[in-house]
C-alpha cells in the first residue's frame, strides 16, 4: 500500500512537471539560459501594444521580456540571440499545441540570463516568429 501511494505520487509528479510552462535551455557561447514563463494574464488596455524589454538586477545579466500576441501560445522553442552591431537581438518562436488560438491579446513573459555579460551592448530588441 505505501509503495503503490508513492508510486502514484512520482507519477503525478512526472506529469506535472511535464506540462509546466517554463523551459530553460542553454544556448550560445555566451551561456544563455533561456525560459518561457506563457501568458502571464491578458494585456492591459491601456499599455501600447509593444514588447517591453527590463534589465533584471541579478548576479547575471538578464532581460525579462513581455512581449503582446494573440493567446493560446503554450510554449516557445528556438530560443536563440544575435548580435548586430551595438544591439542585442532576442529571439524565440511561438508554438501552439493544440491550433485553438484565441481573439484576444496576451501578455507572454519571458526571460533571457547569459552566464557571460555581452560586451558593447546599447540596445536590446525581441523578435519573435508565429505570433
Known sequence: ???SFFIIF???LSVAYFFLPS???S???LGMQFEYMGCVGDWSDD?????IITKEDTRNTSF?????????????SQASYKIEGDTLILSYKYDELDGALAACICKYQSRFTFKDS?????HVEFHSQGS
Do not use: H, R
Not at 47 to 51: G, L, N
Open 1 to 3: 500500500m505505501k509503495y
Open 10 to 12: 512520482m507519477l503525478i
Open 23 to 25: 523551459k530553460t535551455s
Open 27 to 29: 544556448i550560445g557561447e
Open 47 to 51: 499599455q501600447s501594444i509593444k514588447t
Open 64 to 76: 525579462l521580456v513581455q512581449n503582446p500576441a494573440t493567446c493560446g501560445f503554450d510554449s516557445a
Open 118 to 122: 555581452p560586451v558593447n551592448i546599447n
